[in-house]
């Protein structure tokens, strides 16, 4: 995948970015979710400052990505648990044959 600047449109402000990995239809998406998150929490909270929007859309994503975060782990740690028991359970099904 070769990088390149892309020009985005973030809540009214032009910006050329790279992001490497990504193609610069994902990023023209992750740049219209953002714009959409900012507009929400400007509604919200009625911030006109956009830096200040900026910072709490930011924040605010970082939370959800910290709640996610541990879904994840909970979720993995649970299958984890679910692994061990059937592995137990192969196991000792197999000493009982022997």
């Known amino acids: 995948m070769i990088n390149e600047k892309v020009e985005i449109e973030v809540y009214g402000r032009k910006l050329n970015i ?12 992750m740049a219209q979710e953002l714009t959409e998150k900012m507009e929400k929490i400007a509604h919200e909270s009625e911030i006109v400052d956009s830096s200040k929007l900026a910072i709490l859309t930011a924040l605010e994503t970082l939370a959800e ?10 979720y993995r740690n649970a299958q984890e648990r679910v692994l061990d028991q059937l592995i137990l359970q192969l196991e000792n099904s197999l000493a009982s044959e022997r």
């Open 18 to 29: 790279e992001i490497e990995g990504l193609t610069q239809l994902e990023i023209h998406s």
């Open 65 to 74: 990505m910290s709640r996610i975060r541990a879904q994840n782990e909970a």
